[in-house]
């Protein structure tokens, strides 16, 4: 290189080029983890052919497809808002990723947007592929789109702030343990598969206030029964988005 | 002592102290507690405009502490630091752009590849270098499709250093650059430092070796125990501490007195052993000139001439009481 090369001249790019940048780049890290594409595309392609083609749980009247697509996909939002992000953003931090990105042009929350914008093209990906093969599976769905949106979107926040609060305050080893297990009992607890009328009246209402069940039920009382507005299940999880996302802000440490 | 011949260099200055523009860091009376341990206790620190400045200390003498509150990733307890006229943490957002950053160590997605990383650094400037020749520059080329995680020691400093010079910064911040690399790949990212002085871009560096400090700085300023103990090229601290030596051979019983009077007050000139001379003071190339013109009037050939200057080593040591590296 020359001389002159390294004259100063410097300046932030455009902020829509930024976060462009930040959100293609992310995108790429989390399909490129092997460990991710089996949480988040692998495991919920799985779990709907095999439970819609082998009858292992009963899931009541109808079509099995019909029961497990709306559980699938809440699981989906599950593993890349809640465990993927948790996971990928501990080790972020733990590795001096969130650090250096600090002291360069990209603010802080262009950063968090370039996060959740990755999620979300996550999740488009996520739904056509499962969709796809649901379709192929049988699956009849009704219901109002617009609902469907509504219920992804306050789910995806609901975990987005739960994974985030979990990735900036423990240590990234008890991240990936914690967040890992959790995924694991929300997928046997949540309604994912199982119907929650499998537990008994007093632990079902309880389990009914968790998010994913919020989810699941929401996607299952929309797409599978018809219903217009869940409105009961998207309050649960625009509560649980502001206590997630609001203890995320407060305690989320860089480093 | 200097390692390297004195080329000149346009941002080389023939004597250490920042002077002329306007100082590009300023740090007095810097102060940064974690808990009971104070970390910073009273540093003041001044960088002149396009000057490579060597923050040198042992471990845990608040060097990385310092160099980061500059960075803006902590608050200072007590005291004001002012990076190109700005507050680091008030005005981060005007002052991002203007600064490159090379962590200690770190800072890269552990599953991207080193020019997938370097080219996303570049986006996120207006006018970045040209990656492909930086990549080249830098040696990069060879780690292909390697991501960060696989990349060596080496490789992982490298690719650091270039994240920090990518976006043309005005001021660079290199947190123990050369830690863990190789005597060639040191070479490599000294001549990289020295070519980012002579375009103009100042430069800041912690480091832990004395050579590394008297070969690249500017000004060096010797941290220990949270405090500057002393600041200025090296020369002038290697000067300014014990007295240095020079000594000859040439005929037994030679007229001390004589010489002693051309040369400055303060110099002391001693027969070791017969026709073994020794001289202490100040050793500089007119004293070194004044006693061989001196030698020449009084026909003496002296043999064997050499000087003994002390070291930042030795500076060290007698500034602080200790080894610098225990």
């Given at each position: 290189?020359?001389?002159?090369?390294y004259?100063?001249?410097?300046?932030?790019?455009p902020?829509?080029?930024m976060?462009g940048?930040?959100?293609a780049?992310?995108?790429r890290m989390?399909?490129?983890?092997?460990e991710?594409?089996l949480?988040?595309?692998?495991?919920?392609?799985?779990?709907?052919?095999?439970?819609?083609?082998v009858?292992?749980i009963?899931?009541?009247?109808?079509?099995s497809?019909?029961?497990?697509?709306?559980?699938i996909?809440a699981?989906?939002?599950?593993s890349t808002?809640?465990?993927?992000?948790?996971i990928?953003?501990?080790?972020?931090?733990?590795?001096?990723?969130?650090?250096?990105?600090g002291?360069s042009?990209?603010?802080?929350?262009a950063?968090?947007?370039?996060?959740?914008l990755?999620v979300?093209?996550?999740?488009?990906?996520?739904?056509?592929?499962?969709?796809?093969?649901?379709?192929?599976?049988?699956?009849?769905?009704?219901g109002?789109p617009?609902?469907?949106?509504?219920?992804l979107?306050?789910g995806?926040a609901a975990?987005?702030?739960?994974?985030l609060?979990?990735?900036g305050?423990?240590?990234?080893?008890a991240?990936l343990?914690a967040?890992?297990l959790?995924?694991?009992?929300?997928?046997?607890?949540?309604?994912v598969?199982?119907?929650m009328?499998?537990?008994?009246?007093g632990?079902q209402s309880?389990?009914?206030?968790?998010?994913?069940?919020?989810?699941s039920g929401?996607?299952?009382d929309v797409?599978?029964e018809g219903?217009s507005m869940p409105?009961?299940?998207?309050?649960?999880l625009a509560?649980?988005?502001?206590?997630?996302l609001?203890?995320?802000a407060?305690f989320f440490?860089?480093? | 002592?200097?390692?390297?011949?004195?080329?000149?260099?346009?941002?080389?200055?023939p004597?250490?102290?920042?002077?002329g523009?306007h100082?590009?860091?300023e740090v007095?009376?810097?102060?940064?507690?974690?808990g009971?341990?104070?970390?910073?206790d009273g540093?003041?620190?001044t960088?002149?405009?396009?000057?490579?400045t060597?923050?040198?200390g042992?471990n845990?003498?608040?060097k990385?502490?310092?160099i980061e509150?500059?960075e803006?990733?902590?608050?200072?307890?007590?005291g004001?630091v002012r990076?190109?006229g700005?507050?680091?943490?008030a005005d981060?957002?005007?002052?991002?752009?203007?600064?490159?950053?090379?962590?200690q160590?770190g800072?890269v997605?552990?599953g991207?590849?080193?020019?997938?990383?370097?080219?996303?650094?570049?986006?996120?400037?207006?006018?970045p270098l040209?990656?492909?020749?930086?990549?080249?520059?830098?040696?990069?080329?060879s780690c292909?499709?390697?991501?960060?995680?696989?990349?060596?020691?080496?490789q992982?400093?490298r690719?650091?250093?270039?994240?920090a010079?990518?976006?043309?910064?005005?001021l660079v911040?290199?947190?123990?650059?050369t830690?863990?690399l190789?005597?060639?790949?040191?070479?490599?990212?000294?001549?990289?430092v020295r070519?980012?002085?002579?375009?103009?871009?100042s430069?800041?560096?912690?480091?832990?070796?004395?050579?590394?400090?008297?070969a690249?700085?500017?000004?060096v300023?010797?941290?220990?125990?949270g405090?500057?103990v002393?600041?200025?090229s090296?020369?002038?601290?290697?000067?300014?501490?014990a007295?240095?030596?020079?000594?000859?051979?040439?005929?037994?019983?030679?007229d001390l007195?004589?010489l002693l009077?051309?040369?400055p007050?303060?110099t002391?000139?001693?027969e070791?052993?017969?026709?073994?001379?020794?001289?202490t003071?100040?050793?500089?190339?007119q004293l070194?000139?004044?006693v061989?013109?001196?030698?020449?009037?009084?026909g003496?050939?002296?043999?064997?001439?050499?000087?003994?200057r002390h070291?930042?080593?030795?500076?060290?040591?007698?500034?602080?009481?200790?080894?610098?590296?225990?």
């Open positions: 290189m020359s001389a002159g090369t004259a100063p001249k410097p300046g932030a790019a902020l829509g080029r976060i940048a930040q959100t780049l992310e995108t989390l399909l490129r983890n092997g991710q594409l949480l988040t595309v692998i495991i919920p392609s799985l779990l709907l052919v095999l439970f819609s083609t009858d292992i009963d899931t009541g009247k109808g079509k497809v019909d029961f497990l697509a709306p559980g996909l699981l989906a939002v599950m808002a809640f465990t993927g992000q948790a990928a953003t501990g080790f972020e931090r733990r590795y001096g990723v969130l650090k250096r990105l002291a042009p990209l603010p802080r929350w950063l968090m947007t370039s996060k959740t990755a979300l093209v996550t999740e488009v990906l996520q739904v056509v592929l499962l969709t796809v093969i649901a379709f192929a599976l049988g699956w009849s769905p009704h109002n617009l609902a469907v949106l509504l219920l979107v306050l995806t975990f987005s702030g739960l994974g609060l979990m990735a305050t423990l240590k990234a080893e991240t343990a967040a890992n959790v995924f694991l009992l929300l997928l046997v607890a949540g309604g598969i199982v119907p009328d499998k537990f008994p009246g632990v309880v389990l009914n206030l968790l998010p994913i069940s919020a989810l929401g996607l299952r797409l599978q219903a409105w009961g299940n998207l309050a649960i509560v649980w988005a502001v206590l997630g609001g203890s995320a407060k440490r860089w480093e | 002592m200097k390692s390297e011949p004195a080329l000149p260099s346009p941002g080389r200055r004597s250490g102290r920042p002077s523009s100082p590009v860091v007095s009376g810097l102060v940064k507690r974690y009971p341990k104070t970390a910073v540093l003041d620190l960088v002149g405009a396009g000057t490579v060597a923050v040198l042992p845990g003498a608040g990385t502490t310092t509150t500059c803006g990733y902590r608050r200072p307890d007590a004001t990076v190109l700005l507050d680091p943490v981060a957002a005007r002052l991002k752009p203007r600064i490159g950053v090379m962590l160590s800072g997605y552990s991207a590849r080193a020019d997938e990383m370097l080219r996303h650094m570049a986006k996120l400037h207006a006018h040209d990656v492909p020749a930086l990549i080249e520059r830098l040696g990069l080329g292909g499709r390697t991501t960060y995680r696989r990349l060596s020691g080496g992982q400093q690719l650091a250093l270039a994240m010079v990518v976006g043309r910064p005005e911040f290199l947190d123990e650059p830690a863990g190789d005597p060639q790949a040191r070479r490599a990212t000294w001549d990289l070519e980012l002085r002579a375009d103009g871009v430069v800041v560096l912690t480091t832990h070796f004395m050579d590394e400090a008297e690249l700085a500017d000004d300023a010797i941290v220990d125990a405090k500057v002393a600041q200025g090296p020369e002038q601290l290697c000067r300014g501490g007295e240095n030596t020079l000594r000859f051979t040439g005929r037994p019983g030679l007195g004589s009077k051309a040369l007050d303060g002391a000139a001693a070791l052993t017969p026709g073994a001379y020794r001289i003071g100040t050793i500089d190339p070194l000139a004044t061989t013109t001196w030698c020449a009037q009084h003496v050939m002296p043999d064997g001439i050499s000087v003994e070291t930042l080593e030795d500076v060290f040591l007698e500034l602080t009481g200790r080894e610098l590296r225990a």
